[in-house]
């Protein structure tokens, strides 16, 4: 049987989301041992899981290095892979938002200076507002634009919102809801349609009972 | 298209294509700008090389081939059929600056019929085969798709969001942004169920039917059965797939659309579609069908491996005249063979002959 490519993102969210196709019927006791290997199969559960960044599993994914990923829908609606979104995994969940300082107020007369790492999303949250903007793509540590005056306001994505109050900074307006989605490129979708079928029921399957 | 190279294949495709009838329409690498900035959602990316031309016009590099054929052809009684070969100049998903790809298809405008969607559908089956891989060309009908969102209740200007989540299989925002709208459940597990369908006609044909009969148009509807069936009757039957997630921008796109995927290659390499909207949005009466074939995606992941630069390297001195060296050029009987002073670095050899006072015995 040919087996399953799956990226999958390095980190806490990586992990769980390993257990949960575990759970469902995929294991692979390899990735548990500790080494240096980096692409780790069970081919009698037809997997092969390997751990990439989680801003490059979409790339992963929409080159066809692998057939299937999870990646969160923030990095989806940045860089809009052409790839299919199957499943929401419910799990890695967080939000869009915008934040300012506390006592931001905005001026609708003047440019609002947006800084932030997702540019795509934060254009077009603006444009769908009609709201003149002027984008400052940042790579890290957002918070501190606002702080330091480089920006009025930051679009970025929130946990607790515990970094933002130690900053004396607040959230103004949710942009999106985020969680991480299971996704698969295009083209192993039809040649290795009935494994991939098979995964994405069984997974979705467990996602039930759990909820 | 596993030893396949792309000259060889589009020379293939040229000659499939002339052998159906279709005429090669060559085309001016330019066109006046206007045309691709009235429709830059039909283009695959929106960037264009401009230039202003001596008259004062802005012009740009072809981006596109559809566009300028409907543009520079009229309304003829009949069926106009064409093919291109041509090179385009785009901006890639991904890439930093312009390439020029060189892109294939085929156009058949005019009074289309059923036939002549079979026979694109046939040709863009024949087109993957040509490629020596394992193919599928999966098929929908957008204005089966449309039937059914329309009958959800779905208003025209959400019509495209709801279309994207069925493009990406995207069942859960589907179910979201529908029930946001207000659709009634009943009809969400519809668009569901078309947005999940996928696989064979045998496997896929009973419950579209079954899913469209009363919601579509009768005479689509068994117009869709009839030329799928009929594909599916022919050598292609294995190549056919039905999903109808095979979806195209609306606004150009109306009835068939179909794309072709290759084994090992990650993304579509052929793509089409009916286009009469488009040719109503350029005010023609026409009906449109046709089909591109991306060879340069086909090349890319199709190299053409092969273990030496040359069969045979001959190495020569400046004690060899002319006619030594061309006679044991002759006397060589290879493939391919290359004749140098010395052995160029790096270079993969099967057979090497020295001749001149260097010669090996």
Same mark, same amino acid.
């Given at each position: 049987?040919?087996?399953?490519?799956?990226?999958?993102?390095?980190?806490?969210?990586?992990?769980?989301?390993?257990?949960?196709?575990?759970?469902?019927?995929?294991?692979?006791?390899?990735?548990?041992?500790?080494?240096?290997?980096?692409?780790?199969?069970?081919?009698?559960?037809?997997?092969?899981?390997?751990?990439?960044?989680?801003?490059?599993?979409?790339?992963?994914?929409?080159?066809?290095?692998?057939?299937?990923?999870?990646?969160?829908?923030?990095?989806?609606?940045?860089?809009?892979?052409?790839?299919?979104?199957?499943?929401?995994?419910?799990?890695?969940?967080?939000?869009?938002?915008?934040?300012?300082?506390?006592?931001?107020?905005?001026?609708?007369?003047?440019?609002?200076?947006?800084?932030?790492?997702?540019?795509?999303?934060?254009?077009?949250?603006?444009?769908?507002?009609?709201?003149?903007?002027?984008?400052?793509?940042?790579?890290?540590?957002?918070?501190?634009?606002?702080?330091?005056?480089?920006?009025?306001?930051?679009?970025?994505?929130?946990?607790?919102?515990?970094?933002?109050?130690?900053?004396?900074?607040?959230?103004?307006?949710?942009?999106?809801?985020?969680?991480?989605?299971?996704?698969?490129?295009?083209?192993?979708?039809?040649?290795?349609?009935?494994?991939?079928?098979?995964?994405?029921?069984?997974?979705?399957?467990?996602?039930?009972?759990?909820? | 298209?596993?030893?396949?190279?792309?000259?060889?294949?589009?020379?293939?495709?040229?000659?499939?294509?002339?052998?159906?009838?279709?005429?090669?329409?060559?085309?001016?690498?330019?066109?006046?700008?206007?045309?691709?900035?009235?429709?830059?959602?039909?283009?695959?990316?929106?960037?264009?090389?401009?230039?202003?031309?001596?008259?004062?016009?802005?012009?740009?590099?072809?981006?596109?081939?559809?566009?300028?054929?409907?543009?520079?052809?009229?309304?003829?009684?009949?069926?106009?059929?064409?093919?291109?070969?041509?090179?385009?100049?785009?901006?890639?998903?991904?890439?930093?600056?312009?390439?020029? /790809?060189?892109?294939?298809?085929? +156009?058949?405008?005019?009074?289309?019929?059923?036939?002549?969607?079979?026979?694109?559908?046939?040709?863009?089956?024949?087109?993957?085969?040509?490629? +020596?891989?394992?193919?599928?060309?999966?098929?929908?009908?957008?204005?089966?798709?449309?039937?059914?969102?329309?009958?959800?209740?779905?208003?025209?200007?959400?019509?495209?969001?709801?279309?994207?989540?069925?493009?990406?299989?995207?069942?859960?925002?589907?179910?979201?942004?529908?029930?946001?709208?207000?659709?009634?459940?009943?009809?969400?597990?519809?668009?569901?169920?078309?947005?999940?369908?996928?696989?064979?006609?045998?496997?896929?044909?009973?419950?579209?039917?079954?899913?469209?009969?009363?919601?579509?148009?009768?005479?689509?509807?068994?117009?869709?059965?009839?030329?799928?069936?009929?594909?599916?009757?022919?050598?292609?039957?294995?190549?056919?797939?039905?999903?109808?997630?095979?979806?195209?921008?609306?606004?150009?796109?109306?009835?068939?659309?179909?794309?072709?995927?290759?084994?090992?290659?990650?993304?579509?390499?052929?793509?089409?579609?009916?286009?009469?909207?488009?040719?109503?949005?350029?005010?023609?009466?026409?009906?449109?069908?046709?089909?591109?074939?991306?060879?340069?995606?086909?090349?890319?992941?199709?190299?053409?491996?092969?273990?030496?630069?040359?069969?045979?390297?001959?190495?020569?001195?400046?004690?060899?005249?002319?006619? +030594?060296?061309?006679?044991?050029?002759?006397?060589?009987?290879?493939?391919?063979?290359?004749?140098?002073?010395? /052995?160029?670095?790096?270079?993969?050899?099967?057979?090497?002959?020295?001749?001149?006072?260097?010669?090996?015995?």
């Amino acid at each position: 049987m040919e087996l399953l490519n799956i990226a999958l993102p390095k980190g806490r969210l990586g992990e769980k989301v390993l257990a949960i196709f575990e759970d469902a019927g995929f294991p692979c006791p390899s990735i548990h041992q500790a080494g240096r290997k980096l692409i780790f199969e069970n081919e009698e559960a037809g997997v092969r899981y390997f751990w990439v960044k989680p801003s490059d599993v979409s790339i992963y994914v929409e080159r066809g290095a692998a057939d299937l990923g999870v990646a969160g829908k923030d990095i989806l609606l940045e860089y809009q892979p052409d790839i299919y979104e199957l499943l929401d995994l419910g799990i890695g969940t967080c939000r869009m938002a915008v934040a300012a300082k506390k006592d931001f107020r905005d001026d609708p007369g003047r440019t609002l200076r947006v800084a932030t790492k997702f540019s795509k999303i934060a254009s077009s949250y603006y444009l769908s507002k009609g709201r003149d903007i002027d984008i400052i793509h940042l790579n890290g540590s957002i918070e501190l634009a606002p702080i330091l005056g480089l920006s009025d306001v930051i679009v970025d994505i929130v946990e607790t919102g515990a970094t933002l109050r130690e900053n004396n900074l607040t959230v103004l307006e949710e942009v999106i809801p985020i969680s991480a989605r299971l996704i698969a490129n295009k083209a192993s979708y039809k040649f290795k349609n009935k494994t991939i079928d098979n995964l994405v029921r069984c997974t979705a399957q467990l996602l039930e009972e759990r909820t | 298209m596993t030893n396949l190279s792309a000259e060889a294949f589009s020379a293939s495709l040229r000659s499939l294509y002339s052998r159906y009838g279709y005429c090669r329409y060559k085309m001016n690498k330019f066109e006046e700008y206007d045309l691709y900035a009235r429709n830059k959602d039909f283009l695959i990316c929106d960037s264009v090389i401009t230039f202003t031309d001596v008259d004062g016009k802005l012009m740009a590099l072809k981006p596109d081939v559809t566009l300028s054929m409907v543009k520079n052809t009229r309304d003829e009684p009949g069926i106009r059929k064409l093919y291109y070969n041509e090179n385009v100049y785009r901006v890639c998903k991904g890439s930093q600056g312009f390439k020029e /790809i060189m892109q294939m298809g085929l +156009e058949a405008m005019g009074e289309i019929d059923e036939y002549c969607i079979y026979e694109v559908l046939k040709l863009a089956a024949e087109s993957l085969n040509s490629t +020596e891989k394992c193919c599928i060309l999966e098929i929908s009908h957008l204005g089966l798709l449309s039937s059914a969102i329309c009958h959800a209740g779905i208003r025209p200007e959400e019509h495209r969001q709801v279309i994207r989540c069925i493009g990406e299989k995207n069942l859960h925002q589907l179910q979201s942004i529908c029930v946001r709208m207000g659709i009634p459940q009943q009809e969400i597990n519809l668009l569901r169920r078309l947005a999940s369908l996928y696989g064979t006609p045998q496997e896929v044909l009973p419950v579209v039917q079954s899913l469209l009969t009363g919601i579509a148009d009768e005479q689509e509807l068994s117009q869709f059965l009839r030329i799928i069936d009929a594909l599916n009757a022919g050598k292609f039957r294995d190549m056919i797939r039905i999903d109808f997630s095979a979806v195209s921008d609306p606004q150009y796109y109306s009835g068939f659309v179909f794309k072709g995927f290759a084994q090992g290659v990650p993304s579509a390499i052929l793509s089409g579609g009916q286009y009469d909207s488009m040719m109503r949005k350029m005010k023609r009466q026409a009906g449109a069908i046709g089909f591109a074939v991306y060879l340069d995606i086909l090349e890319q992941y199709s190299p053409v491996q092969t273990d030496y630069d040359v069969d045979t390297l001959l190495i020569y001195d400046e004690s060899c005249s002319i006619p +030594e060296i061309e006679a044991m050029a002759r006397e060589a009987t290879t493939e391919s063979i290359l004749l140098q002073r010395q /052995i160029p670095p790096g270079i993969r050899y099967r057979r090497l002959i020295t001749m001149g006072k260097g010669r090996i015995p």
